[in-house]
C-alpha cells in the first residue's frame, strides 16, 4: 500500500440488498471518494455478481482506492430474493461474515485501518460490529424525509388499533411471514424515533 493511501480516511459503505438502496449508498461512496476517502463498497454475493456481469463496476475498476467486497446473503441459489426473504437473511446471516470482512479488512497491510462504517438504516447487525471493533458508524436512510417521518408513527398507529385492519384472516398467504417482519419493523422504528427524539426533540401537537 502506498503511503498517500495509508494516509487516507477509509469507509466502508454497505447497503440494504434491494437496487433502491443500494444507488444511493453508490451515490454517497463515490462523493466520499472525490474527498478524498478510501472506500470499500460491500454488497451481497448475489447483488456483486450481478453488477459485475452486466458491466456495472467497469467505472469502479479506473477508480484508485475504490474496492468492491461481498458476503454471502445466506440464502439457496434458488431463492427468488422476495423483500420477505431478504429481510429475514439481513437479520439471521449477515452478521458473522460481515464480521470476518471488517477484520480482514483491519487486518490488512494493503488498505488503511477503517474510520468508518456507513450501513443501511435497517441493517442493524452493523451496530454490534462497530462496538466491538470501536468503529464510527453512520447510518444511512435511503427513503425521503416524509417518508420517514411517516415510518415513526407506525408505533402510534398500532397503539391506536387502527393496525391491523380488523377482520384480517390469519390464513392468508404468507401472512405469518408479513405480521413477523411487520413486528420486526416496529420494534426498529421505536428505537429510531427514541434517537431522533434524542436529536430533535418532536412537538407533541405534530404527532
Known amino acids: 500500500m502506498g503511503s498517500k493511501s495509508a494516509e487516507k480516511h477509509h469507509a466502508l459503505c454497505i447497503p440494504y440488498p434491494a437496487q433502491g438502496h443500494i444507488n444511493p449508498m453508490m451515490h454517497l461512496a463515490k462523493l466520499l471518494h472525490a474527498r ?3 472506500i470499500t463498497f460491500v454488497n ?8 459485475t456481469s452486466s458491466g456495472g463496476a ?17 440464502l439457496p441459489p434458488d431463492d427468488c430474493q422476495t423483500q420477505e426473504s431478504l429481510f429475514d437473511a439481513t437479520t439471521k446471516y449477515f ?12 487486518g490488512s497491510m494493503e488498505v488503511p485501518r477503517l474510520t468508518c462504517i456507513i450501513s443501511d438504516g435497517l441493517l442493524n447487525f452493523t451496530q454490534q460490529v462497530v462496538e466491538e471493533n470501536g468503529i464510527p458508524r453512520i447510518s444511512l ?15 402510534a398507529i398500532f397503539e391506536r388499533g387502527i393496525l391491523p385492519f380488523k377482520g384480517l384472516s390469519l390464513s392468508l398467504p404468507h401472512t405469518n411471514t408479513q405480521l413477523s417482519l411487520s413486528q420486526t419493523l416496529i420494534t426498529w422504528f421505536v428505537v429510531q424515533r427514541k434517537v431522533l427524539e434524542n436529536v430533535y426533540p418532536i412537538n407533541s401537537n405534530c404527532k
Open 36 to 38: 478524498g476517502f478510501y
Open 44 to 51: 451481497t454475493e448475489f447483488n456483486h455478481e450481478r453488477v
Open 58 to 74: 467497469i467505472e469502479l475498476k479506473h477508480l484508485e482506492d475504490f474496492n468492491l467486497e461481498s458476503i454471502p446473503d445466506g
Open 95 to 106: 452478521l458473522s461474515p460481515f464480521k470476518d470482512l471488517v477484520s480482514k479488512l483491519n
Open 141 to 155: 436512510w435511503t427513503t425521503s424525509t416524509c417518508g420517514y417521518w411517516g415510518f415513526l408513527q407506525y408505533p
